[in-house]
């Protein structure tokens, strides 16, 4: 299954569900640890069922995706991270990101 194939009321379900996904991760950052726990074959474990050749359903890439990010990566937006100062992302400009990457606006064109 192509995601640019699918219909577009699929479509929608699935950027409905993957924005339902992220805002509650906007929402709810403070409830994940600020830095993963690195355990390497856990990580390992997690990336090597993905092989280019093989077509996954959109919605397991998805989730698949966003629960790796969440486990893996180290939380910026936390309200206890205090590394280098990185400021959350702010709404407008997260909608601006999604409007950007439909267009795909080329500078040199």
């Known amino acids: 299954m192509s ?42 474990e997690t990336v090597r069922v993905f092989y280019f050749e093989q077509k996954l359903d959109p919605e397991y890439s998805i989730d698949y995706i966003i629960n790796g990010l969440r486990y893996f990566s180290v939380h910026t937006p936390h309200p206890k991270y205090f590394g280098l100062f990185n400021l959350r992302s702010q709404f407008p400009s997260i909608v601006a990101d999604l409007i950007t990457a439909v267009f795909n606006p080329q500078l040199a064109a």
């Open 3 to 44: 995601l640019p194939f699918l219909p577009a009321l699929s479509k929608k379900a699935h950027l409905d569900k993957t924005l339902e996904r992220l805002l509650h991760y906007y929402k709810n950052t403070q409830q994940h640890r600020v830095t993963p726990v690195l355990d390497k074959a856990a990580i390992r």
